[in-house]
């Protein structure tokens, strides 16, 4: 496994100031479960609304609160603070697309000495922010009256979540984000507020979200871990250092690629395959406790793009989807991951550092097996997920990808340590709103701090 040393957490030798684990950390995506976290009483948003509490024990899983009708729910938005007025963004415009651009990048991250940044673009947006049934409603920014400037957003897209045996239809909440200078006004609860009314208005009533922080209460946490694909311009650009007792050339022939990949009958996916890819994601997903059901439509969007992404060439694309077809002619396999790069400021000779993020996979491989846990069963998915993701990483190195990131769920436990994913220093929670579910496996041991290669975790939905 590689550890925080060979990541260059500490031991630093020359000029590079940051670790992949480290930076992440900074980003803010992720913060360590056991950092303190204030007693319920102190949550004055948090303890108002219909989440699990931190002492709750559950008992029953479920909505927490079903008492609402839409016909309850006020027509008129919630009273916004003097100086600023509520605005439903219009992301079809190029206009708007910019502002929201500009407030994600400037306030969006917390690399505290400005050095990466979330270079977010339309198309990942578009990407993001629009699929199927997407609500326009539910792109909702807050802006000063004066100036008319954006200064607050946050996202709802639909979902169809399902928790053990119980689907439901829900959202899913991203990109919340105040401007600095306006941080600590209670800016957030509003927006989360305002956003609450605008879904539940079309009769949806929960939602699941991500978050660094730590609030009442996670259904479960990830770890993050990182796998250097360009191990030298990591270094160049001070993302990773270089251990005491290493060379630089050892180092980057730790991390080395191979320049093609292995896996017979693996292509690019194509719209034609989503029957197979669909049969397959369904059959792989029924084994976590949670999953989001997709629409035919809605797959194809996650997992090829919108109609504009289709004609992207592979370096400028935000999602990248391969299938693996047998001899027969079967999809039998497929994997997936999105690109958001960061930009380098201040260093003349990189503008741009590529981050991937592994995202959906699915494999026919042991898929007969009784249990997901089935010994046998689990060997030849080990084996088969460690072949497909090591052909990600160098499809992902082809098309510029410096650095790629795995979360801890889904089954990628069986697989991180054997490929060279250094596990990071940060942690990412999950949350239910308005379901009260038991915890699920989040697929670390925090008692050894070792990847849960047992239990693996329950959580098979990815968020961006
Ligand atoms: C059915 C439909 C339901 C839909 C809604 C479902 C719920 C969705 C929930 C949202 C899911 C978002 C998913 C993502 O996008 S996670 C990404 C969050 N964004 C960032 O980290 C970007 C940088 N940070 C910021 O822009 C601000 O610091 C934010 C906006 C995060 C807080 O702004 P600010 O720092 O100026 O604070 P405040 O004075 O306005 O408000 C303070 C209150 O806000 C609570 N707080 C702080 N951080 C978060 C957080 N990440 N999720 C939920 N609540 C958070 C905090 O505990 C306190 O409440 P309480 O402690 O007093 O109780």
Redesign the pocket.
């Known amino acids: 496994m590689a550890n925080k040393e060979e990541n260059g957490d500490n031991s630093r030798k020359g000029a590079p100031t940051k670790s992949i684990a480290d930076l992440f950390k900074k980003l ?1 995506i992720q913060e360590q479960p056991e950092s303190p976290k ?1 007693d319920m009483k ?6 108002t609304q219909p989440v699990t509490k931190f002492d709750e024990s559950v008992l029953q899983e479920g909505p927490i609160d079903s008492s609402k009708k839409t016909s309850d729910i006020p027509k008129e938005p919630f009273p916004m603070l003097p100086q600023f007025e509520w605005v439903t963004l219009d992301i079809d415009k190029d206009e708007e697309m910019t502002q929201l651009y500009e407030l994600l990048y400037d ?2 991250v ?1 690399d505290h000495d400005s050095t990466f940044r979330f270079a977010y673009n339309k198309d990942f947006f578009n990407w993001a922010l629009k699929p199927p049934g997407w609500n326009k409603e539910w792109h909702l920014g807050v802006r000063v009256k004066a100036t008319k400037r954006l200064v607050a957003f946050i996202s ?1 897209v639909p979902a169809n979540l399902k928790v053990r045996d119980h689907q439901f239809r829900a ?1 899913e ?6 401007h600095k200078k ?8 509003l927006l ?1 507020k305002e ?2 009314r605008r ?2 208005l079309c009769d ?4 699941l ?5 730590v ?1 009442p209460s996670p259904i479960t946490v990830c770890r993050y871990a990182h796998r250097p694909l360009n191990w030298e311009k990591l270094y160049d650009v001070g993302f990773s250092a270089l251990p005491e007792d290493k060379t630089k050339a050892q180092m980057m022939a730790k991390f080395a690629i191979s320049s093609s990949t292995k896996t017979r009958g693996l292509r690019k996916m194509r719209q034609t395959d989503i029957d197979a890819v669909f049969d397959l994601y369904n059959r792989f997903q029924k084994r976590y406790e949670v999953s989001q059901e997709f629409t035919k439509e809605e797959l194809s969007h996650w997992l090829l793009g919108d109609a504009h992404e289709r004609t992207l060439s592979d370096s400028d694309k935000v999602i990248m989807c391969y299938v693996v077809e047998n001899e027969d002619g079967r999809i039998t396999d497929f994997f997936s991951f999105y690109i958001l790069p960061f930009s380098v400021l201040n260093r003349p000779s990189f503008t741009n550092l590529g981050v991937a993020y592994l995202y959906y996979y699915a494999s026919d491989t042991a898929s007969e097996a009784e249990s997901r846990f089935d010994s046998e069963a689990t060997k030849k998915l080990t084996k088969r997920l460690e072949s497909l993701v090591s052909d990600a990483l160098v499809l992902a190195k082809n098309v510029g990808v410096d650095v790629f990131n795995a979360l801890t769920s889904q089954d990628n436990v069986l697989f991180l340590e054997d490929l060279k994913f250094g596990p990071g220093d940060g942690f990412l929670n999950y949350y239910l ?2 379901y009260k579910a038991f915890p699920v496996p989040g697929g670390f041991d925090k008692t050894t701090n070792t990847y849960d290669t047992e239990k693996r975790s329950g959580m098979g939905v990815v968020m961006l």
């Open positions: 803010s204030k102190d949550y004055k948003f948090w303890k306030h969006y917390e709802g959202v909440i991203n990109f919340l984000c105040v306006l941080r600590n006004k209670r800016l957030a609860p989360i956003i609450t879904i539940n949806i009533w929960q939602a979200y991500t978050s660094g922080t609030l709103f308005n």
